[in-house]
């Protein structure tokens, strides 16, 4: 099993920018991808971006793109959200997850094919 440990959450001001950070430790082997999501209060979670863990090939949702970087160090097993730009509609709860099936079937965007998940780390854009 595979457990994870967010953090770099606040409140940003409009424009600003954040990085969130998601530790990842246990079965780390499993790991074939990972993502980031999020859950504005009385909204569905919604896919912001993933990377494959072992090539770190990045996908993003329209929303985000060209404004959040999605990373991962593998050798620290942590993964990282860059937010730049930063609008009051990201407002929300951050959760890291793990992908562990396999890596040809792995859509990126669908929160039912991830297996484990964070506790989630609030992010605030407001002035």
């Known amino acids: 099993q595979v457990q994870f440990v967010e953090s770099g959450g606040g409140l940003v001001q409009p424009g600003g920018s954040v990085t969130l950070s998601c530790v990842v430790s246990?079965?780390?082997?499993?790991?074939?991808?990972m993502g980031w999501f999020r859950q504005a209060p009385g909204k569905e979670r919604e896919f912001v971006a993933a990377i494959t863990w072992s090539s770190g090939f990045p996908k993003y949702a329209d929303s985000v793109k060209g404004r959040f970087t999605i990373s991962r160090d593998s050798t620290k097993n942590i993964m990282y959200l860059q937010m730049n730009s930063l609008k009051p509609e990201d407002t929300a709860v951050y959760y890291c997850a793990d992908y562990e099936g396999n890596r040809n079937s792995f859509t990126y965007a669908a929160a039912g094919e991830y297996e484990s998940w964070g506790q989630g780390t609030q992010v605030t854009v407001s002035s």
């Open positions: 246990g079965s780390i082997f499993m790991l074939n991808g």
